[in-house]
């Protein structure tokens, strides 16, 4: 059975940082591009970021360039979101995704974490 | 707002068909395909079509998707108690190189 797990969220007040990490299990980790959404508090989905297979090409979305990174470690079937110098409007529920086998983009996602919430509050 | 815009409400009576529209430009719908979500409240987004009018196994024939030019519909028809929901489409942005979602559109069965 396919399941990414989310974990690391929490409170963090305003220019802080926090990782967050997504254990993926069920598939070949290593085989699949990966990506990371948000949904604040009442809101509609934003895209966050995406990682291709091998790490090699990353994509991010302008609100969080230069601010977030994400990375992967397919030795440990886990991904990864730094974030650096927090704002409250990053407050928000963030799923880890993977997208559909057989070459599905960033945007083609058939499998959701529960997500894992980051309050960014002083 | 959103890249891709979308009505914030829309609603109608079990068993009537439902139509919900997305547009965007040609960086993105224009040049891409288009998916939908659907979210239930208080859960993950579940992938409702892909590639703007294929269905993922186990989503009814009563959930079909369209694309023409920089648009693209969702329509639901035999409408649910259970379709009650958030609706978002999405698309890959050539000129951002990055994904964009729509607003999201709150359905309602009345």
């Known amino acids: 059975e396919v399941q990414v797990v989310e974990s690391g969220g929490g409170l963090v007040q305003p220019g802080g940082s926090l990782r967050l990490s997504c254990a993926a299990s069920g598939f070949t980790f290593s085989s699949y591009a990966m990506t990371w959404v948000r949904q604040a508090p009442g809101k509609g989905l934003e895209w966050v970021s995406g990682i291709s297979e091998s790490g090699g090409s990353t994509f991010y979305a302008d609100s969080v360039k230069g601010r977030f990174t994400i990375s992967r470690d397919n030795s440990k079937n886990t991904l990864y979101l730094q974030m650096n110098s927090l704002r409250a409007e990053d407050t928000a529920v963030y799923y880890c995704?993977?997208?559909?086998?057989?070459?599905?983009?960033?945007?083609?996602?058939?499998?959701w974490g529960q997500g894992t919430l980051v309050s960014v509050s002083s | 707002q959103s890249v891709l815009t979308q009505p914030p409400s829309a609603s109608g009576t079990p068993g009537q068909r439902v139509t919900i529209s997305c547009s965007g430009s040609s960086s993105n719908i224009g040049s891409n395909y288009v998916y939908w979500y659907q979210q239930l409240p208080g859960t993950a987004p579940k992938l409702l079509i892909y590639?703007?009018?294929q269905r993922p196994s186990g989503v009814p024939d009563r959930f079909s998707g369209s694309k023409s030019g920089t648009s693209a519909s969702l329509a639901i028809s035999g409408l649910r108690s259970e379709d009650e929901a958030d609706y978002y489409c999405?698309?890959?942005?050539?000129?951002?190189?990055?994904?964009?979602f729509g607003g999201g559109t709150q359905l309602a069965v009345l």
């Open positions: 590639r703007n009018n």
């Open positions: 999405a698309s890959w942005d050539g000129s951002l190189s990055a994904v964009v």
């Open positions: 995704a993977r997208p559909r086998a057989g070459g599905g983009g960033y945007e083609d996602i058939d499998y």
